[in-house]
């Protein structure tokens, strides 16, 4: 059995170009796309995702829905709504742990064993990246803790060089 540091990559990477069973998107609550990582992936997986998006009808922050991935390597996209930072005081910390935790029940229930992340709310929603990826971090070490039988594989996509050192400061401490 690998401990759960073992089951966490760290990557440099463009998430729409990673061979995982699932991505998640960093969405908005109408869930019809937007600019950063969700644009990036409206633009790549073409345009059923948008209409299977609008049947979903929308998505409240903290919570996740699901769709199939179309032109993406990825089988199915994973859409989760992260707070907007408003200074730390307004239920930000337990609204993207929702996220994460959320994004997590779904996978499982659609048997998926790899999952890429990339830093939710850390974006145009302002949330700090070192706070934002320690949530990060904590939440998916508590999932692959709880599941150890399981082989989830879950990858942490960070989208520059700031953002991985924040990641490896964070797992450092951490483990
Ligand atoms: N691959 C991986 N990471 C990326 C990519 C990519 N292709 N593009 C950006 N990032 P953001 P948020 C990183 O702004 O803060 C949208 O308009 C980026 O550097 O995409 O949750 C939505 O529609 C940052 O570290 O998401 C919402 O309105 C992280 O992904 C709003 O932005 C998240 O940045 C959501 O804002």
Aim: a neutral charge; aromatic letters at 8%.
């Amino acid at each position: 059995m690998q401990t759960a540091s073992a089951r966490i990559s760290l990557v440099i990477a463009d998430i729409t170009k990673l061979d995982a069973d699932a991505i998640v998107n960093a969405a908005n609550t109408s869930l019809l796309g937007g600019g950063g990582v969700d644009g990036a992936i409206h633009k790549a997986a073409g345009p059923q995702l948008l209409e299977e998006c609008r049947r979903i009808g929308g998505c409240p922050t903290g919570e996740a829905r699901i769709t199939r991935g179309y032109n993406l390597p990825a089988r199915w996209i994973i859409h989760t709504v992260g707070p907007i930072w408003r200074g730390g005081v307004d239920g930000e910390d337990e609204l993207l742990a929702s996220c994460y935790r959320n994004s997590f029940t779904l996978s499982e229930r659609h048997g998926i064993k790899s999952i890429a992340f990339p830093a939710i709310s850390a974006g145009v929603y302002g949330f700090p990246m070192e706070r934002a990826c320690r949530i990060a971090l904590r939440e998916m070490k508590a999932f692959l803790e709880k599941r150890s039988e399981m082989e989830t594989e879950i990858i942490a996509v960070c989208f520059s060089g700031s953002a991985y050192r924040c990641y490896q400061d964070a797992m450092q401490e951490l483990w």
